[in-house]
């Protein structure tokens, strides 16, 4: 099927949310459709398209869009993370694609990706009207994630975070680190898969900014979406990269064990090849399965 594209905006705190809606060209409208979040300082041109390119060609429309302070979104502290507030603008794009002609409102889904599965947890446990989520390899538990970095490195990155943290209270400029960087570095991941990672899903045409405020590196630390997965009463589907470095996987797979309409699938790689060849094939075509059961 022949897709279309379109420049859209909406209002998110006030501010102006840049997207990509993606549409199918069929006589067939109102359209269900799938929202897109994506995950950690990624914009909505790193490694979205191709997903959202195939929702719309099995007659879905697909909403790809930049939180506040990213891409091609307003906000006037760039590169600044907060949790709540992308929280925010995950709901201004639900309200934004009920509201839209030609979409249906009665069949909108809720896609996340990363840190962004972490985000459609806590959306859809608030938003029953969802009609189906997917959580892809999907942040769970900052807890679990405490000791893995290096002592000094991890002492490191509490410095500048709290450094952040106090420009930020009292209106100063924000604290940045690099987003990914190697192993030991000062960077918020560092494994050994997230600089290259970043680089394998980031276009020539991106605006993707390689740093982060510092808070953050604490604040994710005590964020554990994960445990909404039980108050979720949508269908969900969780799909886990087995080998991740970055998200890891097994918090994610007790967060399916929660929900109870979920589907769980595995897959024997890590966390960017799901957007990449060959495993982007089989993780696509899963979600593709699932939205036709439920979306359809």
């Not at 959202?52 to 939180?67: I, K, M, N, Q, S």
């Not at 006037?76 to 839209?100: K, P």
């Not at 909108?108 to 969802?130: H, I, Y």
């Not at 996987?249 to 769980?264: F, I, M, Q, S, V």
């Amino acid at each position: 099927m022949s897709i279309t594209t379109e420049e859209v905006q909406f209002q998110s705190g006030g501010e102006r949310c840049s997207g990509t809606l993606f549409l199918p060209e069929s006589d067939s409208s109102p359209f269900p459709a799938v929202v897109l979040a994506h995950g950690f300082t990624a914009t909505r041109r790193d490694g979205l398209p191709a997903f959202a390119e195939r929702f719309a060609g099995e007659g879905f429309a697909a909403l790809t869009f930049d939180y506040r302070g990213f891409g091609d979104s307003e906000g006037s502290e760039r590169q600044v993370l907060e949790i709540d507030r992308e929280l925010e603008d995950v709901g201004a794009a639900i309200d934004f694609i009920r509201s839209r002609a030609g979409i249906d409102p009665d069949r909108v889904a809720l896609w996340g990706t990363s840190l962004g599965g972490g985000l459609a947890f806590e959306t859809a446990a608030k938003d029953p009207a969802l009609t189906c989520v997917i959580a892809q390899v999907p942040f769970s538990d900052g807890f679990s994630m405490l000791g893995a970095v290096p002592p000094l490195a991890a002492a490191r990155l509490t410095a500048r975070a709290v450094k952040d943290k106090i420009a930020a209270r009292l209106g100063r400029s924000r604290v940045l680190i690099p987003a990914a960087g190697p192993p030991g570095s000062l960077a918020a991941m560092s494994s050994a898969d997230a600089l290259p990672g970043f680089q394998s899903i980031t276009p020539p045409d991106s605006s993707h900014e390689n740093r982060v405020s510092a808070a953050v590196t604490l604040d994710i630390l005590k964020w554990r979406p994960g445990r909404r997965a039980a108050t979720i009463s949508s269908p969900l589907l969780v799909q886990v990269a087995d080998r991740d470095l970055d998200t890891p996987p097994a918090p994610a797979a007790k967060a399916a064990g929660l929900a109870p309409k979920c589907e769980t699938r595995h897959y024997d790689c890590g966390h960017f090849d799901v957007y990449n060849p060959p495993w982007f094939d089989q993780v696509v075509s899963d979600q593709i399965a699932f939205l036709r059961r439920h979306l359809s």
